[in-house]
């Protein structure tokens, strides 16, 4: 089945320790999308790939980068987690708009991070 | 950024309808009105989409006013697994992408 996978689904990190959390998809779209997702919250966009193409949030903390070296794979960093930070992180994928108007988000199933 | 909103909770019999209303008074004319639901411990997941005219899926209805301003999704029969955060969201058009800004949501309780 196609699909979004996040690895892993549980990462702990220490304070101040850079962590990289990951997405794949098999769906073949061209947006990937980032979300941060702290307890008893909404999801927040922290910022999203159409192709090669990076669009940032603007209220996205210099803190939190990310990669995607193909249309497959995207990565989040984190270069310097705070206690603040620990948060569930969604990654979701979609179709461009060009491509379907509607522009449908298909979620993963997130990557939990505690920070120590 | 335009903006939803909906009751913080709601609560339904099994097997009975639900009605979830949103208010969207800022919605553009090209913004598509999306809904997702979250279960426990899960990715949100797509549910249904409007623009104008009401929808139906297999899985909810959608039910748009005339003016576009509020909007109702609707479960026609509630069961234990429809237990779930309703996020009513308005869909912007960011470049190529479409971009989600997500509300607070409504916890839907169903009770057996």
């Known amino acids: 089945d196609a699909m979004v996978i996040q690895n892993p689904r549980y990462q702990v990190t220490q304070f101040g320790k850079p962590v990289t959390l990951s997405c794949s998809q098999t769906?073949?779209?061209?947006?990937m999308y980032w979300y941060q997702q702290k307890s008893s919250q909404a999801p927040k966009l922290l910022f999203h790939?159409?192709?090669?193409?990076?669009?940032n949030e603007a209220d996205t903390p210099d803190n939190f980068q990310s990669r995607r070296p193909n249309t497959s794979f995207c990565f989040l960093d984190i270069r310097s987690p705070g206690l603040g930070d620990a948060a569930m992180y969604l990654c979701?994928?979609?179709?461009?708009?060009?491509?379907?108007?509607?522009?449908?988000?298909?979620f993963g199933p997130g990557t939990r991070l505690t920070v120590l | 950024d335009a903006k939803t909103t909906q009751p913080n909770s709601m609560e339904s019999n099994e097997e009975e309808p639900v009605h979830l209303p949103c208010n969207h008074s800022?919605?553009?004319?090209?913004?598509?009105i999306h809904w997702y639901r979250q279960l426990p411990s899960q990715g949100p997941e797509y549910v249904i989409h409007?623009?104008?005219s009401n929808v139906n899926n297999r899985m909810a209805s959608l039910a748009i006013a005339e003016d576009r301003k509020s909007s109702t999704l609707i479960l026609h029969r509630a069961t234990l697994r429809d237990a779930a955060v309703y996020y009513c969201?308005?869909?912007?058009?960011?470049?190529?992408?479409?971009?989600?800004?997500f509300g607070s949501g409504t916890q839907l309780t169903v009770l057996p």
């Open positions: 979701a994928t979609s179709r461009g708009v060009r491509d379907s108007p509607v522009g449908e988000q298909f």
């Open positions: 769906l073949n779209h061209n947006v």
């Open positions: 790939y159409y192709d090669k193409d990076f669009n």
């Open positions: 800022t919605i553009s004319g090209t913004d598509y």
């Open positions: 409007g623009l104008t």
């Open positions: 969201i308005l869909g912007i058009s960011s470049g190529s992408a479409r971009q989600l800004t």
